[in-house]
């Protein structure tokens, strides 16, 4: 297709992005055009905005930024033979190679070759997006437009709830961002029996309370070791899902897990933590678990029927909708921390 679009481009190093006019991409054998319905924010959106060490490393300029997204197909490659003109589609963000020794057995969220969308590509905060063949899912008819981007991040919550088989147990879900507030809806989906919640923000704290959770604590306020433990018959948790990358939180959560219970990390520590291996981990027999995107495509077909069966209900943690033009004002909502997740649209 030929034609100028808009986009929120990274055009150099440093703080900040611009709504400017490109040239409408072009897509390869094996790839899709799609006009964009919907995207959300991400918190490696915000990274890349704001510029942190991990920003430098990995991206280069010009850069189109954001890969959560959903569209209407518009074009596709001459290989393309999973999806048609027309089709609603969301967007898988690991970009696998197809080759190597994960993509060949059955690991491909996990590609040694890896490539994400909007990180190592051009993303999507534009009117319109490329999307590889390997990444594309076809929307259900059933899923309201407005969650269609977000599944993507579900899919985070989605596997890393997955990994502690909660059914029947007592969870922590260790810091409500936008994901950790989605775990808390699938927790309850998955049919935990009493989910505790710990975060300081008051506005996270009350859309944890819309979403499910049983009991939240701040850990900035309360002991939440102890806090933990009254919640469970002295017990402590079966379960952790660590969303916060936060060390004291990581730590304070390890003690707050039972003899012989586990944790899965989701949240990126931004640098080394230390931990007390010995008493926290191997003498309690804790399984820990590392938790990076989501299966592909296992994860959105639990998200689909999650989402079809009305088990779980996306409306409390989408807290904006904003047009593309508004990405600063998205930006500065993630900054303050007064949001969950944020809908830009073009
Ligand atoms: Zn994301
Ligand atoms: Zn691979």
């Not at 080759?99 to 319109?128: N, P, S, W």
């Not at 990444?135 to 919550?157: C, K, R, T, Y």
Request: hydrophobic residues 40%; negative net charge.
């Amino acid at each position: 297709m030929k034609g100028k679009m808009k986009a929120v481009v990274k055009t150099k190093p440093g703080y900040g992005a611009e709504l400017i006019e490109v040239d409408i991409p072009k897509i390869g054998p094996n790839q899709v055009l799609i006009k964009v319905t919907s995207t959300s924010i991400c918190g490696t959106d915000y990274h890349i905005y704001t510029w942190n060490k991990w920003a430098e490393s990995v991206i280069k300029t010009p850069q189109i930024l954001g890969h959560e997204v959903a569209g209407i197909v518009v074009e596709v490659g001459e290989n393309v033979s999973k999806v048609k003109v027309g089709d609603f589609i969301s967007a898988e963000t690991h970009i696998p190679c197809g080759r190597c020794y994960q993509c060949e057995t059955d690991k491909q969220h996990v590609c040694a070759e890896m490539k994400i969308l909007g990180v190592h590509t051009d993303g999507v905060f534009a009117d319109y997006a490329v999307i590889e063949e390997v990444d594309v899912w076809i929307n259900d008819p059933s899923i309201p437009p407005e969650f269609a981007s977000v599944q993507e991040p579900l899919g985070n919550a989605i596997d890393t709830i997955y990994a502690g088989n909660v059914a029947g147990k007592n969870v922590l879900i260790s810091g409500a961002g936008p994901i950790g507030l989605l775990a808390v809806g699938v927790a309850k989906a998955f049919g935990a029996t009493k989910i505790v919640v710990s975060e300081p923000n008051k506005y996270r704290q009350d859309i944890a309370k819309k979403m499910g959770a049983d009991e939240i604590i701040d850990p900035t306020k309360e002991d939440l070791e102890y806090a933990v433990k009254n919640a469970t018959d002295g017990i402590g948790v079966d379960f952790v899902a660590e969303m916060s990358g936060h060390p004291v939180a990581l730590n304070t959560a390890l003690k707050c897990i039972c003899t012989g219970g586990s944790m899965a990390l989701l949240g990126f520590p931004s640098d080394k933590v230390s931990i007390d291996l010995t008493n926290d981990v191997i003498l309690k027999e804790i399984t820990l678990i590392g938790v990076t995107g989501r299966k592909m495509f296992k994860t959105w077909y639990i998200a689909k029927r999650l989402l079809k069966e009305k088990r779980l209900d996306l409306t409390p943690v989408i807290t904006h909708q904003l047009s593309l033009e508004e990405f600063d004002k998205g930006m500065e909502l993630m900054k303050s921390g007064n949001c969950a997740k944020i809908i830009l649209k073009p």
